[in-house]
């Protein structure tokens, strides 16, 4: 069984947000008769919908963790899951930030617990799982850590 999850956005929601409205204006362009708008379809396609993501294979123990370019190529090489590796929480607080034409600042702070695959000596290796909520967080640690017959990272 292989489960694929998606981490969050590239660029960030006002980058998706960008590449949406690129994405329907190239469409637009390209209806009305404009080949240029091949340029913005494929810039705003680009844009709005890559993403990072993690697939875990249970049945081999491999992990990859990649990209997928506009939302279903998929990059990115699998690694072997070893005895010594460790699975743990690992907390996340991105902020981003844009100005609107008054010179205000808008912030938009997203926190995340984010389950990680650890080495032997506590380093992380990569992300596997985003969790959005608190409780589930310890029942998704212990399902991957059991699937996967690794020890939960203190």
């Not at 190239?26 to 697939?55: E, Q, W």
């Not at 799982?129 to 967080?137: A, C, G, L, N, R």
């Amino acid at each position: 069984m292989i489960e694929s999850n998606v981490l969050g956005k590239t660029f960030g929601p006002v980058g998706s947000f960008t590449g949406i409205v690129l994405f329907c204006f190239g469409l637009y362009s390209v209806v009305i008769g404009a080949l240029g708008g091949i340029v913005l379809i494929i810039t705003g396609a680009f844009i709005a919908f890559t993403r990072p993501y993690t697939s875990i294979n249970y049945e081999q123990k491999k992990v990859r963790s990649g990209d997928k370019i506009f939302g279903f190529l998929k990059t990115g090489k699998w690694k072997d899951i070893t005895g010594d590796m460790k699975v743990g929480l690992w907390s996340s607080s991105k902020t981003y930030r844009t100005y609107s034409r008054s010179n205000r600042s808008l912030d938009i702070t997203e926190k995340r617990q984010i389950i990680c695959l650890f080495n032997a000596q506590g380093k992380k290796l990569m992300m596997l799982k985003s969790v959005q909520k608190d409780e589930d967080m310890h029942e998704e640690l212990e399902t991957i850590s059991a699937n996967l017959g690794l020890e939960i990272l203190q």
